[in-house]
C-alpha cells in the first residue's frame, strides 16, 4: 500500500462525504428547476400554438419552409404545437430522452428564424436555451457510478 500516510482509494473521510452529499443534492436541484422550465415551456408554447395568444406563430415561419409545405402555415403550426407537447411530457417522463428531444427542437427553431433573416434576437436565445436542454439530458442520465465499499474485516 506504500508509505503509512497513503490510505486505501476506498477511505474517504466524512468532510468528504458531507461536500459530495451537499454536491450531488445541489445537482439535483439543478435537474429539477431544469425539468419544469423544459417540460412546462414547450407545453405551454405547444398549446399556444392552437390559440395564438402569445403571438402569431405563423410570422416565425422562413418563406421557404412555407413554400415546402403541402398544407397551410396554421395546419403546420397545429402540428408543432402537439410536438412540442409531446416534447414537454417526455422531459417530465424521460428527461434524459425528452433533453435531447428539445435541444434538438430549438436548435431547428434557430435555424428556421436564421432563414428568415428576422428575429435573430430570438434566434440566438433558442441556440442558448438549446444548451441548457443539453445540460439537463447530461444532469439526468441514469446514474451507473457509486463508491467503492470498504472490504468486510473480520
Same mark, same amino acid.
Given at each position: %500500500?506504500?508509505?503509512?500516510? /497513503? @490510505? *486505501?482509494?476506498?477511505?474517504?473521510?466524512?468532510?468528504?462525504? @458531507?461536500?459530495? /452529499? !451537499?454536491?450531488?443534492?445541489?445537482?439535483?436541484?439543478?435537474?429539477?428547476?431544469? +425539468?419544469?422550465?423544459?417540460?412546462?415551456?414547450?407545453?405551454?408554447?405547444?398549446?399556444? @400554438?392552437?390559440?395564438?395568444?402569445? +403571438?402569431? $406563430?405563423?410570422?416565425?415561419?422562413?418563406?421557404?419552409?412555407?413554400?415546402?409545405? *403541402?398544407?397551410?402555415?396554421?395546419?403546420?403550426?397545429?402540428?408543432?404545437?402537439?410536438? /412540442?407537447?409531446?416534447?414537454?411530457?417526455?422531459?417530465?417522463?424521460?428527461?434524459?430522452?425528452?433533453?435531447?428531444?428539445? %435541444?434538438? $427542437?430549438?436548435?431547428?427553431?434557430?435555424?428556421?428564424?436564421?432563414?428568415?433573416?428576422?428575429?435573430?434576437?430570438?434566434?440566438?436565445?433558442?441556440?442558448?436555451?438549446?444548451?441548457?436542454?443539453? !445540460?439537463?439530458?447530461?444532469?439526468?442520465?441514469? !446514474?451507473?457510478?457509486?463508491?467503492?465499499?470498504? *472490504?468486510?474485516? !473480520?
Amino acid at each position: %500500500m506504500g508509505t503509512a500516510r /497513503e @490510505k *486505501p482509494f476506498y477511505v474517504y473521510n466524512l468532510k468528504t462525504k @458531507k461536500a459530495m /452529499e !451537499a454536491s450531488m443534492q445541489h445537482t439535483s436541484r439543478v435537474q429539477q428547476v431544469l +425539468t419544469y422550465t423544459y417540460g412546462l415551456v414547450p407545453i405551454i408554447a405547444g398549446l399556444d @400554438k392552437f390559440t395564438n395568444l402569445l +403571438t402569431n $406563430w405563423t410570422h416565425y415561419l422562413s418563406p421557404f419552409v412555407t413554400d415546402l409545405l *403541402p398544407f397551410s402555415a396554421g395546419t403546420f403550426m397545429s402540428i408543432v404545437g402537439i410536438i /412540442e407537447i409531446v416534447a414537454g411530457l417526455l422531459v417530465f417522463i424521460r428527461p434524459h430522452i425528452g433533453g435531447y428531444l428539445v %435541444m434538438g $427542437w430549438l436548435i431547428a427553431i434557430a435555424l428556421n428564424l436564421i432563414m428568415t433573416g428576422h428575429y435573430l434576437d430570438v434566434a440566438v436565445r433558442d441556440l442558448v436555451m438549446a444548451v441548457g436542454a443539453y !445540460a439537463l439530458a447530461q444532469l439526468s442520465v441514469p !446514474a451507473t457510478f457509486t463508491l467503492p465499499r470498504r *472490504p468486510h474485516v !473480520a
